[in-house]
C-alpha cells in the first residue's frame, strides 16, 4: 500500500509539473542543487556533536526539509529574456547582474518541495546517509554535476531506483517495576490493617440500631454468644502468655 502511494504521488508530482510553462532555464540544476544544499545544512546543525543518531530520526530531517523549508521567503525567481531563473540559497547565479528577481510568483516552491523528494529517491536514502556519516557533510555541487550538464530545465525527475522500506523506528523499553521499600510495606499493611477496622466499625454501627427491634430470646442468644466469644479470647490470651514464658 505504501509503496503504490508513494508511486502515485511521485506520477502525479512530474505530470503537474510537466503541465506548467517551461519557461526556467537550469530548473533542474537548481532544484538539486537547493535541495542537496538545505539537507546538508540542516542535517550539520541538527546532528552537531553526535557521533550517530537513529536512521528513522535522519529520514525525519529529510522528509521535513523537503517538505516545510523550500519557502518563498528564501527562494525566488529572476527573469530575464523571456526566461526564469531560480535564486536562492545553494543555488548559482546564471545570470549575474542580468535580470530582475521576485518572490511569491507562481509555485516554483510547490515543484522545489517535489523535486527535493524525487532527487532523495534517485540518490537512495541508504546512500544518502552513509556518504553524510563518511564525510560529516554532503557536497551538493558534487552530488548535482550530472543535472547541471544541461540548462534544460528537465521537468520529468522520476526516480530509477525504488526506495526500500523504511526501519521501524526502535521502541523505548519499558521501566521497571518499582519495588516497595520495607518501611512502604509497612506502611501499606497498616493501612490495609486500618480499613479492616474502620470496615468492623462500620458493621458494628449498623448492628447496634438493630438490638431494640430483636426479641428477649434472640437478645439472650446474642449475649451467650458474646460471652462465649469473649471466653474463647481470654483463654486464647492466657495461652500466648503461658508460651512466651
Same mark, same amino acid.
Given at each position: 500500500?505504501?509503496?503504490?502511494?508513494?508511486?502515485? =504521488?511521485?506520477?502525479? @508530482?512530474?505530470?503537474?509539473?510537466q503541465?506548467?510553462? /517551461?519557461d526556467?532555464?537550469? =530548473?533542474?540544476?537548481?532544484? @538539486?542543487?537547493?535541495?542537496?544544499?538545505?539537507?546538508n545544512?540542516?542535517?550539520?546543525?541538527?546532528?552537531?556533536g553526535?557521533?550517530?543518531?537513529?536512521?528513522?530520526?535522519?529520514?525525519?530531517?529529510?522528509?521535513?526539509? @523537503?517538505d516545510?523549508?523550500?519557502?518563498?521567503?528564501?527562494? #525566488?525567481? !529572476? $527573469?530575464?529574456?523571456?526566461? !526564469?531563473?531560480? =535564486?536562492?540559497?545553494?543555488?548559482?547565479?546564471?545570470?549575474? #547582474?542580468?535580470?530582475?528577481?521576485?518572490? #511569491?510568483?507562481?509555485?516554483?516552491?510547490?515543484?522545489?518541495a %517535489?523535486?527535493?523528494?524525487?532527487?532523495?529517491?534517485?540518490?537512495?536514502?541508504?546512500?544518502? $546517509? $552513509?556518504?553524510?556519516?563518511?564525510?560529516?557533510?554532503?557536497?551538493?555541487?558534487?552530488? @548535482? *554535476?550530472?543535472?547541471?550538464?544541461?540548462?534544460?530545465?528537465?521537468? #520529468? %525527475?522520476?526516480?530509477?531506483?525504488?526506495?526500500?522500506?523504511?526501519? %521501524?523506528?526502535?521502541? !523505548?523499553? *519499558?521501566?521497571?517495576?518499582?519495588? /516497595?521499600?520495607?518501611?512502604?510495606?509497612?506502611?501499606?499493611?497498616?493501612?490495609?490493617?486500618?480499613?479492616?477496622?474502620?470496615?468492623?466499625?462500620?458493621?458494628?454501627?449498623?448492628?447496634?440500631?438493630?438490638?431494640?427491634?430483636?426479641?428477649?430470646?434472640?437478645?439472650?442468644?446474642?449475649?451467650?454468644?458474646?460471652?462465649?466469644?469473649?471466653?474463647?479470647?481470654?483463654?486464647?490470651?492466657?495461652?500466648?502468655?503461658? %508460651?512466651?514464658?
Amino acid at each position: 500500500m505504501a509503496r503504490a502511494i508513494r508511486a502515485w =504521488f511521485l506520477c502525479f @508530482c512530474a505530470l503537474r509539473v510537466q503541465a506548467q510553462d /517551461d519557461d526556467f532555464e537550469w =530548473f533542474r540544476c537548481d532544484a @538539486c542543487s537547493a535541495s542537496f544544499f538545505k539537507i546538508n545544512r540542516t542535517l550539520v546543525q541538527r546532528f552537531a556533536g553526535r557521533a550517530s543518531v537513529p536512521s528513522y530520526e535522519f529520514l525525519e530531517i529529510i522528509d521535513e526539509v @523537503c517538505d516545510t523549508m523550500f519557502t518563498k521567503n528564501e527562494f #525566488g525567481v !529572476k $527573469q530575464h529574456e523571456g526566461k !526564469k531563473y531560480l =535564486f536562492g540559497p545553494g543555488i548559482k547565479d546564471h545570470i549575474p #547582474g542580468l535580470g530582475f528577481g521576485q518572490m #511569491g510568483m507562481g509555485d516554483y516552491d510547490k515543484r522545489l518541495a %517535489a523535486f527535493c523528494k524525487m532527487f532523495v529517491e534517485e540518490l537512495g536514502e541508504e546512500k544518502l $546517509q $552513509q556518504l553524510y556519516w563518511d564525510h560529516r557533510q554532503l557536497n551538493h555541487t558534487q552530488l @548535482c *554535476l550530472e543535472e547541471c550538464l544541461s540548462s534544460a530545465s528537465g521537468t #520529468g %525527475a522520476q526516480s530509477r531506483n525504488p526506495r526500500k522500506p523504511r526501519p %521501524a523506528p526502535r521502541q !523505548k523499553p *519499558l521501566p521497571a517495576p518499582k519495588l /516497595d521499600s520495607p518501611k512502604e510495606k509497612t506502611k501499606t499493611v497498616a493501612s490495609k490493617r486500618e480499613g479492616r477496622g474502620a470496615e468492623a466499625k462500620l458493621e458494628l454501627g449498623q448492628v447496634l440500631p438493630l438490638l431494640p427491634q430483636l426479641k428477649t430470646s434472640d437478645l439472650h442468644r446474642l449475649g451467650t454468644a458474646v460471652l462465649d466469644e469473649l471466653t474463647k479470647r481470654a483463654r486464647s490470651a492466657q495461652k500466648s502468655e503461658r %508460651a512466651e514464658l
